[in-house]
């Protein structure tokens, strides 16, 4: 496809981080499953043995912390809620029919979006603190039993629910078509931009010809 018909929406070391923390995900939550719900005490081989997804459980765990906290300093200025989002809201069954008829003036990131990044991030925080509280080999020993019975029901509630919340966005990446591509290569075309994202579109449409107009009238000697 030609590159004029294309736009930049992810950006390299944002797709890598992405993808790694992907990876990473997946084998957290697999071993995590695997104790919360007996029937799926198979799954704590991901690491190799139980013993090894005991060890890495945690470390991984903080390597997903990390790597959404890189990613919420990246997006968090495109995930601010603002008025422009009702619009969004109020034609969310339209929106789910494929119905792109009306000018929904949607930034870089629609409210549906935007309610699952700040969910994730509540999600991934509570995950943290309550996983450094039962983390036996460090940290356990220094919390009162009651509490940490809390913390472990938490916890495991927290995970589920972070698990069901990455089905969703990966079911709705696949469901908006393009969307997938834009993660992997990093662009989508200016025509999908149009019909998902009209106002990012719109912004970065009339972004680019002031920088290169205000290009042209700087000296020579500062370019």
């Known amino acids: 496809m030609n590159k004029k018909q294309m736009i930049l929406r992810t950006p390299l070391p944002d797709r890598m981080c992405h993808w790694a923390m992907v990876v990473c995900f997946a084998l957290v939550s697999l071993s995590g499953l695997s104790w919360v719900f007996p029937s799926l005490n198979w799954l704590n081989g991901v690491f190799g043995t139980p013993q090894m997804a005991r060890l890495l459980h945690p470390f991984f765990g903080v390597v997903v912390f990390v790597a959404l906290v890189y990613l919420f300093v ?55 603190v309550t996983g450094l509280m039962i983390w036996r080999a460090y940290f356990a020993h220094l919390v009162p039993i009651p509490l940490l019975r809390i913390a472990m029901f938490l916890h495991s509630f927290a995970g589920v629910s972070l698990m069901l919340l990455i089905i969703g966005h990966v079911y709705l990446a696949f469901w908006v078509k393009g969307s997938i591509r834009g993660m992997v290569t990093g ?18 449409s009339s972004a680019k010809p002031a920088q290169a107009e205000a290009a042209q009238q700087q000296p020579e000697s500062a370019r």
């Open 187 to 204: 662009y989508v075309t200016r025509k999908w931009a149009r019909a998902h994202h009209d106002r990012w579109y719109q912004e970065i």
């Open 74 to 128: 990246r997006f968090v200025k495109y995930n601010l809620f603002v008025k422009e989002d009702l619009i969004w809201v109020r034609n969310v069954k339209s929106v789910m029919a494929g119905d792109h008829s009306t000018k929904l003036r949607i930034g870089k990131y629609n409210a549906g979006q935007k309610f699952l990044f700040w969910g994730i991030m509540a999600l991934i925080t509570l995950l943290l």
